[in-house]
């Protein structure tokens, strides 16, 4: 991920600040994933409640992601600043990501992905 590697590399930064968002239908539509036609149906055939809960963790992810994109834009934003605001925001989504991979691979996942609004307010409390 692009965000693990801007807090050893910073001049990674005009990449990170180009990314841009995309659905999971999007995200497969543009990959090179040979079976991308077979996930994406996967996802439109799944249930409700489990889509609901992984577009969820991707807004949520999405949300953590731009908060610090928009931190990091700033012309004059020092490598160092970089690196720190990267350090502090790495550990945001990882757990989150690992939630979608389980899902994705049908594993159970008792415990209830935060809201968007949990993760902001998590991240305003600092």
């Given at each position: 991920m692009l965000l693990d590697m801007l807090s050893s590399c910073p001049e990674f930064r005009e990449d990170f600040l180009a990314w841009e968002p995309m659905s999971y239908r999007e995200h497969f539509r543009l990959s090179r994933?040979?079976?991308?036609?077979?996930?994406?149906?996967?996802?439109?055939?799944a249930d409700a409640n489990i889509r609901n809960t992984l577009d969820t963790l991707a807004v949520t992810m999405t949300i953590v992601l731009e908060a610090t994109r928009a931190a990091m834009d700033d012309v004059d934003r020092r490598p160092e600043t970089v690196a720190a605001l990267a350090g502090n925001a790495i550990?945001?989504?990882?757990?989150?990501?690992?939630?979608?991979?389980?899902i994705i691979n049908g594993e159970s996942v008792g415990e209830v992905a935060p809201t968007p609004q949990d993760v902001v307010d998590r991240l305003m409390k600092r």
């Amino acid at each position: 991920m692009l965000l693990d590697m801007l807090s050893s590399c910073p001049e990674f930064r005009e990449d990170f600040l180009a990314w841009e968002p995309m659905s999971y239908r999007e995200h497969f539509r543009l990959s090179r994933f040979k079976a991308r036609d077979l996930a994406i149906a996967a996802y439109d055939r799944a249930d409700a409640n489990i889509r609901n809960t992984l577009d969820t963790l991707a807004v949520t992810m999405t949300i953590v992601l731009e908060a610090t994109r928009a931190a990091m834009d700033d012309v004059d934003r020092r490598p160092e600043t970089v690196a720190a605001l990267a350090g502090n925001a790495i550990g945001r989504p990882k757990p989150l990501i690992a939630r979608a991979g389980a899902i994705i691979n049908g594993e159970s996942v008792g415990e209830v992905a935060p809201t968007p609004q949990d993760v902001v307010d998590r991240l305003m409390k600092r």
